[in-house]
């Protein structure tokens, strides 16, 4: 069946068409089309994403997004099968004006709508392309700038979130650390191209080092607060008169702090791999984009030849609609009833 997917819960507006077939123990999903329209540009300026400003962008882009997808699918609107909308969590005013345009395309066209959890998204992104492929029990981790959680699989549809951040979220704090270092928002891309410069020895400074805070908790669960602070310490002792840090001190604080969370990152989730020993381990969220975090995690996974890693191909970390049409898909396969109304704290499982 044809599935539209409609995104618009933080500063992406998206809209994507997957051609979705298969039962749950071997979904299959092709990409038809899909448009992803990043308001970056409008937030860059307040550093971080405004929710009024992303419902006025949304509102204006949702057509124009859909238009785009639909035209390189092919598709039209009448051949649409279902209609997947994400309901959270995320912004509420942004997450309202995805479902709103849902439901007026569902009126119309006469589609029924799948309410989608936005998280699941990120969990489904990996399936892209190939047929069966979560073996269960499956884990997985979810590094996203408002979530850092391990979701345990013993299917589809029985989640359970087994550990979370307690304060920041992996993305958050590559933002708030790139803003100290006087980089923009998005701060993941910039710290990551920073830090890709730090191979130098020269950029080796000794007396950096970062927390690695919960790293050795008795648990899954993750704190990135600390990190940023020791951040916002180091910055602070290390600036000249002027507030400004040097180019190389930028540079080292940038290679320490990805070192840090890829650190804390791999170490939980290798505690985890080991207690549940599951069949796949996934990776989703916008912080896989990273190049240095992608390897470390290959790398990890050579200790598990028993467990397959799945991670999404770059376009599919950061967010999009394609994720929502597969997750919706798999949400109704697995009966997963989830409300028409948008839940900012929208929980897995
Ligand atoms: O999944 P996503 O697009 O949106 C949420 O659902 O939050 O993730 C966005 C987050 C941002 O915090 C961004 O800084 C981070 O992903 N990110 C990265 C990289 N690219 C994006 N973090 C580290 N390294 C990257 N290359
Ligand atoms: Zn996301």
């Given amino acids: 069946m044809k599935i539209l997917g409609i995104e618009t819960s933080c500063d992406e507006t998206a809209v994507a068409v997957v051609e979705a077939e298969g039962d749950l123990a071997s979904p299959s999903f092709k ?8 308001q970056i540009e409008m937030h860059k300026e307040f550093g971080g994403v405004v929710p009024n400003i992303a419902k006025r962008e949304h509102l204006k882009n949702l057509p124009i997004v859909l238009e785009k997808a639909l035209g390189e699918a092919g598709v039209e609107m009448e051949k649409i099968d279902k209609i997947a909308v994400t309901v959270g969590p995320g912004l509420e005013p942004a997450l309202w004006t995805g479902i709103t345009f849902a439901e007026e395309l569902g009126e119309k066209y006469k589609i029924p709508l799948l309410p989608t959890n936005h998280m699941e998204g990120h969990i489904a992104s990996a399936l892209l ?17 408002g979530h850092t959680e391990l979701v345990l699989l013993q299917s589809w549809r029985g989640k359970k979130v087994i550990g979370e951040t307690q304060d920041d979220a992996a993305g958050e704090a590559f933002d708030k650390v790139a803003r100290m270092l006087g980089l923009p928002y998005p701060g993941g891309p910039e710290i990551s191209a920073l830090a890709g410069k730090a191979q130098d020895p020269g950029f080796v400074i000794r007396d950096l080092r970062l927390p690695r805070p919960m790293i050795h908790s008795n648990d899954y669960n993750f704190s990135f607060s600390g990190l940023k602070t020791a951040v916002l310490y180091y910055v602070r002792d290390h600036a000249s008169p002027d507030k400004t840090l040097s180019p190389q001190i930028t540079i080292a604080i940038a290679r320490e702090f990805q070192d840090a969370v890829s650190q804390v990152l791999t170490t939980k989730s290798k ?52 994720m929502i049409a597969m997750a919706g898909y798999l949400a109704e396969l ?8 948008a839940k900012g704290n929208l929980k897995i499982g």
């Fill in 31 to 38: 990409l038809l089309g899909s448009s992803v329209h990043s």
């Fill in 129 to 145: 392309g190939h047929p069966s492929q979560i073996h269960f029990p499956a884990l997985a981790l979810l590094i996203s700038g």
């Fill in 271 to 322: 505690k985890a791999i080991l207690e549940f020993q599951p069949k796949t381990f996934i990776i989703g969220g916008g912080v896989i984009a990273n190049t240095k975090i992608r390897s470390e995690f290959e790398k990890l996974m050579q200790e598990f030849p028993e467990t397959r890693l799945l991670i999404p191909e770059k376009p599919l970390t950061t967010d999009n609609a394609v």
């Fill in 334 to 341: 697995s009966g997963e009833k989830i409300e028409l109304k």
